[in-house]
């Protein structure tokens, strides 16, 4: 197991809505990024956070956006959601100038 | 678009068995490949593999990357129930910020 913990485990979230799903990194890694998972696809980039700016963003729309707080957690908020948004979400924490990333449990979101 | 193709995308094998999985990709600024093992949500880290030719062992699985063809195999003898998984290949690109571009992943089924 990984020191990636992720909150909440599961979501239901009605169209329209907003969302925040928070992220703690593995100890001594400073690098956050944030990955979408619609079932049975491979995760896809959202975004990845470093020194509390974003570093790097895949094709996801601005709706979608994060923060790192000082002690490397982060958060993904997603606005005005949409049905298709319903996915796991995953973060992965790294070190800075390191390849690998480790990946927490994942928020589990549905959106009705 | 930086690309990520598995193959088979699901497999069913006797407890036994030898399975090699396939992953090729199609990307710009390449900087490694990982395989991730995934259960029920968080991807487990396997192997990060950089250079062509040198194959990665952990205990039944191992893996290679061919730079030239672009491609990656990950092998798993003597499979057991406890292999059944969906097996992702990502590969790491980028400069500066390193994003993991996922394949849809092979599933893997083992059966008594």
């Known amino acids: 197991e990984t020191g990636v913990t992720q909150s909440p485990t599961h979501l239901i979230k009605t169209r329209g809505q907003q969302v925040t799903l928070r992220c703690s990194s593995q100890?001594?890694?400073?690098?956050v990024s944030w990955y979408q998972q619609a079932l049975g696809q491979g995760p896809q980039f959202i975004f990845q956070y470093y020194r509390e700016e974003e570093n790097g963003r895949g094709n996801f729309p601005p709706r979608f956006s994060g923060l790192q707080f000082p002690n490397y957690s982060s958060e993904l908020n997603v606005n005005a959601l949409e049905l298709d948004d319903s996915a796991l979400y995953l973060c992965a924490s790294s070190v800075a100038g390191r390849y690998e990333q480790y990946f927490g449990p994942g928020t589990r979101l549905t959106v009705t | 678009e930086d690309k990520v193709v598995q193959s088979p995308l699901s497999l069913v094998v006797h407890e036994g068995d030898t399975v090699t999985l396939n992953c090729s990709y199609e990307?710009?600024?390449?900087?490694?490949l990982l395989w991730y093992k995934q259960e029920k949500k968080a991807p487990t880290f396997l192997f990060m593999l950089t250079s062509s030719g040198i194959e990665k062992k952990s205990g039944r699985l191992s893996s290679i990357l061919d730079k030239k063809e672009l491609f990656s195999i990950l092998n798993i003898t003597a499979t057991q129930t406890g292999d059944s998984a969906v097996y992702l290949c990502a590969v790491l690109t980028g400069a500066g910020s390193y994003q993991l571009t996922f394949g849809k992943g092979t599933k893997l089924s083992v059966i008594p």
């Open positions: 100890s001594g890694h400073n690098t």
């Open positions: 990307v710009t600024n390449f900087r490694s």
